[in-house]
């Protein structure tokens, strides 16, 4: 049984541990701190719950060093910005001979129309546009789904993520949706136009729907961003049946199913979205997004467009989007990751390490379970499986996760701070994830152990 007396020892052995290793990277976090809020060029850097950040010399392949010169096996990789490993060869090739020739001219470079076809060819979707983030593809498609319907509300499901869409940053409160409190700075009421229910209620959807006031819903395939909850069965056919029956385009966000195949979990899945967007990964680690689009969705902006009387007021897009760099780094990527056989091991290694996790949950007598979809695996410090975001919500973020991502860093393995999320990358070894369970392992044990 694990209990709270011993989490608390573990975390306060753990920090003291943490802040003898690295007194470097405690030196260099106070002097950022005089320039950076919170000591962090970005807020979320800080969110480790560690006493100060680590600071990172390099990152290589799966492997992270900071400059105490502890070594990481990386199994976080930038959240999947770098799912396919930190500075992938051909990416690295890729962006240094297009920097030597131009970085970004406002016109489209030789290898777009390549990538384009790329696209297609993956996700399945005729017609695309490029962003800087995912977070920009999000905004960009909610408004094209609000101009070319004509309506002016959108849905989404409770603890979603989106990124940092101002429209998705709504939550339940007792059966109503409010703004998030995590939202600074916002100005509009946002229930007024986006609807929120939970993720796999398709009572709820049914009747949020049912006006035909929708323009969209803007979906996650695999809820993320509190552990994984995935779909009951049939939930993905009945959502593409009524959003099709009421009008209402349906938008899946890949940004953290990518991991799933090399056409994400829309194509492994077989679904058949208006629109998919597609982040972080994409390029390598170059900040690039991209919004795809069927050809009726394709048609229906292109005849919105041509109602337009001047160039230049389509409204969407931003300067640095579709650079020459973006598609190099893009090209690069998908032409040697976003295939079949570079995600077949992928997805082996990710089972092997689901089926160790649950090897050591069933071992250790612990209320945990395992989850795994593609190369992406998570456990959840609870023994129920979450139906939605809001279950989810209750089961996470507690002191015992805090503790083992302290136990585990402490001991060379680095794991996503936010869950307990844990992806395989092309160069991830079996050496990484026998380190992984071998510290969970004796993590577990020790919070098992009597006191």
Known sequence: MIT???????????????RQRNPNSAARADSGSRHWLNGVPMLWMSDWGTPFPLIMDKAQGATLTDIDGNSYADFCLGDTGAMFGHTPEPVVKAIAAQVARGTTTMLPSSDAAV???LLAD???????QVTATASDANRAILRWCRAVTGRSRVLVFNR?????????FVTLKDGKVITSPSLVGEVRDLPLHTRMIEFNDLAALEQALADETVACVLAEPVMTNVGMVLPDPGYHDALRDLTRRTGTLLVIDETHCLSSGPG?????EGLEPDAIVLGKPVAGGVPTSVYGVSEEFGQRIRDYLG?????????????LSGSALQMAAMRAMLENYFTESSF?????LARRLEGGIARLIE?????WHVVRVGARVEFMCTPDRPRNGGEAYDMIHKPVDVAVHHYLLNRGVLITPFHNMMLICPVTTEADVNALLEGLDSCLAELGSPA
């Open 122 to 128: 993956r996700f399945g979707l005729p017609y695309w």
């Open 160 to 168: 979603c993520y989106h990124g940092a869409v101002e429209d998705t």
């Open 4 to 18: 709270d007396t011993a989490v608390s020892a573990m975390l306060a052995r753990e920090e003291a541990l943490f």
């Open 363 to 367: 071992k250790h007598a612990a209320p």
């Open 115 to 117: 990538v384009g076809e």
């Open 344 to 348: 077949a091991p992928l997805i082996e």
């Open 264 to 268: 994400g979990y829309t194509k492994a």
């Open 307 to 319: 109602r337009r009387e001047q160039l230049g007021f389509s409204g969407i897009g931003t300067t």
